[in-house]
């Protein structure tokens, strides 16, 4: 018997904990972990809860008989089989430390997806991904065939059923309608710890300030540019003596570090958009234990 997770957002209101702890309690469900956040200033409520179904209720069952609870509270909820792997198409471009990370996660089961495709506008990692019993999508882009070649993208998207779409290292800068289009179902890794040292060479701005720590953040991608919701950020330290080479090689691994841990948290359903921020609630006891090691 897999454990359900159920999301809500709602108004700030009495009762709302109580009324869906008594639901569940009702259905024959025994609650095993459980977060929340009310936002004050904005009066948002945030809820997470994973639970066993113990007398075999089904997500779709549940989600059809909560509704009167939802509708009473004017709430948007889900509910997700957490045993179910969500579908991700990883992107990248020439630089491929975030991909070989997932591309291991993934095969030991250390992140609750399925990698159905990547695609990449050169062929680097073509053998590697191949290697892996994986679709590779060659899609080449230019300044001259952009539109087309997001097309084509966008069809590969499609055709895989991905529910999402990570840009592990992709240098391209994605058009507003494909933002527009995969809204909160895009994750980029941005090699700086935002907002600081945006745009182009992040790190070598970092360098030429001297700056103590570096970091990564990763985050929703919008149409402006690195200015998406993050949902993870980290930080390694650095010396006066360390050169910009130095700066690249540390912040490669904070990269793949802080992608995976956007990723598992996207895939666990545990973040919530709040704005442009996001409410990112702890993972449960469990939720990372991989299949198996090596």
Known sequence: MSSIALRVTCPTARGVVAAIATFLAEQGCNI????????????????????KP??????????????????????????????????AVVMVSRFGHCLNDLLYRWRIGALPIDIVGVVSNHLDYQKLVVNHDIPFHHIRVTKENKPEAEAKQMEVFEEA??????????????????CREYSGRIINIHHSFLPSFKGANPYRQAFERGVKLIGATSHY?????????????????????????????????????????????????????????????????????SDRMG
Request: proline content about 4%; overall charge negative; aromatic content about 10%.
């Open 54 to 87: 113990e007398t075999g209720a089904s997500v779709e069952h549940l989600s059809e008989a909560f509704a009167p609870v939802a509708q009473r509270f004017d709430m948007g909820y889900a509910f997700h089989d957490e045993a179910r792997k969500m579908r």
């Open 221 to 289: 991608v919008t149409s402006d540019l690195d200015e998406g919701p993050i949902i993870e950020q980290d930080t390694v330290r650095v010396t006066h003596a360390q050169s910009n080479d130095d700066y690249v090689s540390l912040g490669r691994d904070v990269e793949a570090q802080v992608l995976a841990r956007a990723i598992h948290a996207h895939a666990n359903h545990r973040v919530f958009l709040n704005g442009n921020k996001t409410v990112v609630f702890p993972p449960s006891p469990g939720s990372y234990t």
């Open 161 to 178: 059923g991905a529910e999402l779409i990570v840009l592990a290292r992709y240098m391209q800068v994605l058009s507003e309608r494909m």
């Open 32 to 51: 095993s972990d459980s977060a929340q956040f009310d936002d004050l200033k904005t009066g948002n409520f945030f809820m997470r809860l994973s639970f």
